[in-house]
């Protein structure tokens, strides 16, 4: 299904941070040491740097954004997040490898990110977010290794089942479930339309959604417009004009947004 250097970030960002604390400080009379950024900082930091690896379909800046991922893994407050980003971005560098006709590296991304997500999913067993991602993860695996899909397909439909029950109104399960609608022959009870309406449902809760805790997810918004944008070129037959639109729409939010810029714009201009 689907369908986004973190070093020099993080220590580029940390010594702004640090000289505003010193400087701060010094106003006061007095000056601030530096300090390690606290596992909850080195989280968003790499779930941020992620994310805009994605966008630039920077193979690289995912994998770095995934090993500071991973060594977060095992923190007791924070590895379940940890995990679940870990798999997201391995999921989002298996695209990008399949962009690059890296089949094999992106079956080994898929793999891991499903363990990654299973993992996330037993230490916080009722999110609905996790649910989702894992089987987006899921599908997208079966999808690119053809000999585990109908072993994997009865778990797609296990976690999807249950991100629905989880989290209804969570933009990306919604999302998740319409492109399953979406890409699912019709004969076993998939369509088009009816995934382009739920995609569309999707989009309407992005646009209402505010994430208070920058530890949750809250991904997607941008990634809806150009996803959909594509779907619409899928359609038989094609509806090249929704397609501009929402890809103009996913470069208004995102002008570097590369899959859409490279993959899609082209085929509607």
């Not at 298996?94 to 690059?100: E, H, N, P």
């Not at 969570?170 to 492109?179: E, F, I, Q, T």
């Not at 995934?195 to 209402?208: H, M, P, T």
Request: charged share 25%.
């Amino acid at each position: 299904m689907a369908n986004v250097n973190l070093l020099v970030w993080g220590r580029r960002a940390a010594g702004v941070l640090c000289a505003a604390l010193v400087l701060g400080g010094a106003g006061l009379g007095f000056s601030t040491a530096a300090r390690a950024a606290s596992p909850r900082e080195k989280l968003l930091a790499a779930k941020q740097a992620a994310y805009e690896a994605n966008f630039k379909n920077d193979a690289k800046g995912l994998r770095e954004a995934m090993e500071k991922l991973d060594a977060l893994a095992s923190d007791k407050a924070l590895g379940a997040s940890a995990l679940y980003y870990a798999g997201w971005t391995r999921w989002s560098l298996a695209a990008s490898q399949l962009q690059a006709n890296q089949h094999e590296e992106a079956v080994a991304s898929l793999s891991r990110s499903v363990e990654d997500l299973k993992k996330a999913v037993a230490l916080l067993p009722n999110s609905g977010e996790f649910e989702s991602q894992l089987a987006s993860s899921l599908i997208a695996l079966a999808t690119t290794d053809p000999s585990k899909r109908m072993q994997l397909l009865p778990e797609v439909g296990v976690h999807r089942k249950r991100a629905l029950e989880l989290a209804p109104t969570s933009p990306r399960v919604v999302m998740m479930d319409a492109g399953m609608i979406f890409y699912t022959p019709a004969e076993y009870g998939g369509s088009q339309e009816k995934g382009v309406a739920r995609w569309q449902e999707a989009i309407q809760l992005f646009e209402k959604e505010h994430v208070e805790d920058a530890v949750q997810p809250d991904w997607g918004r941008t990634l809806a417009y150009g996803w959909l944008a594509n779907m619409y070129l899928g359609m038989n037959p094609p509806r090249t004009k929704e397609a501009k639109e929402m890809a103009n729409r996913a470069l208004e939010l995102r002008p570097d947004f590369w899959f859409v810029k490279t993959q899609v714009l082209p085929k509607v201009s």
